[in-house]
């Protein structure tokens, strides 16, 4: 729950940065991963097997894709290794959700500490590939493509998980 937490958080503070709805960008960070519980070891059918799930709730086909577009790309996932992102939505979520990885991994590393993580200290594990290194730093970068400088993004990333971190076990 961590993850989807942690995405939510970055998502609803990106939309406030961005002018857009909060509620909307915060819900799929929070539903980006609804199928991984099925498909964590079926990796052909993540973002797939959301479709169905998705569609069962209400959610409409606007929000399957951009929930979906997080898994465009990957050769594991046949049926989206030849979608590209193209909407400031789909470039945040896709960063959003990976980052998350990098500054959880940094607090765990500074004894579940993220009180004081600056961006400096996250820019510099982020350059360096072999931490965290099932984060690919590239779909992070799109956040640029949605208009937001690496440094800009960290920042507001950080001081989103910050504000959550008693839920995320972290201090």
Not at 8 to 36: S, T
Not at 43 to 51: D, E, L, Q
Request: proline letters at 1%.
């Amino acid at each position: 729950m961590n993850h989807y937490l942690e995405t939510e958080a970055i998502m609803q503070a990106l939309a406030e940065r961005f002018g857009e709805d909060i509620r909307y960008w915060g819900m799929l960070g929070l539903l980006h991963d609804v199928d991984w519980p099925f498909t964590k070891n079926d990796w052909k059918n993540h973002c797939i097997k959301a479709v169905e799930i998705l569609k069962s709730h209400g959610f409409d086909d606007e929000f399957i894709e951009n929930v979906q577009s997080h898994g465009y790309g990957y050769n594991e996932i046949p049926v989206l290794k030849n979608k590209k992102r193209n909407s400031k939505i789909e470039y945040s979520l896709v960063a959003s959700e990976t980052l998350t990885g990098i500054i959880y991994a940094y607090a765990l590393m500074k004894g579940k500490k993220i009180s004081d993580m600056d961006v400096k200290g996250l820019k510099k594990k982020f350059k360096d590939k072999k931490f965290a290194a099932s984060c690919n730093r590239e779909l992070v970068m799109e956040i640029e493509l949605a208009g937001l400088s690496l440094d800009d993004f960290l920042s507001l990333a950080i001081e989103s998980v910050k504000k959550i971190k008693d839920q995320i076990g972290l201090e």
